[in-house]
Each structure stands twice: as C-alpha cells, then as structure tokens.
C-alpha cells in the first residue's frame, strides 16, 4: 500500500494543481486518441490508466476545494 503524506496548501496553490492536472488529463486523452486511431492497443491502455490515475487525484484535490 502506498504511503500516504499530509500536504497544507492555500486554496490558490490547490487551484494550481487542479489546472495543471486538467492540462495533463487532456494530454493523455487526446494521446489515447490518436493511439486508439492509429490501433495501438497497448499504448492506449497506457494512456487510459495515467488518465484515470490523473483524474482520480484530480477529484480528491477538488473535493478539498469545495
């Protein structure tokens, strides 16, 4: 299991964070598109899961802000 760290941040720099993995969840959605279009499989599964993996702590930074 991974270790888990506490982390104090101000609601702009949590802001940061949160545009910085939105402009990297769109980077590999649109590199998953263009695998899945040119039928690389293993790449697209790749992509998928760094995405998923993005979008989950992207949700929990999120879920801080609101």
Do not use: H, Q, W
């Not at 899945?36 to 949700?59: H, K």
């Amino acid at each position: 299991m991974p270790t888990s760290i506490d982390l104090k941040l101000t609601e702009d720099e949590a802001e940061i964070i949160v545009d910085a993995l939105e402009a990297d969840l769109e980077g590999y959605l649109e590199s998953a598109k263009e695998a899945r279009g040119n039928n690389r499989r293993a790449e697209v599964a790749t992509f998928e899961e760094a995405a998923g993996r993005i979008r989950s702590v992207l949700e929990k930074v999120r879920g801080l802000l609101d």
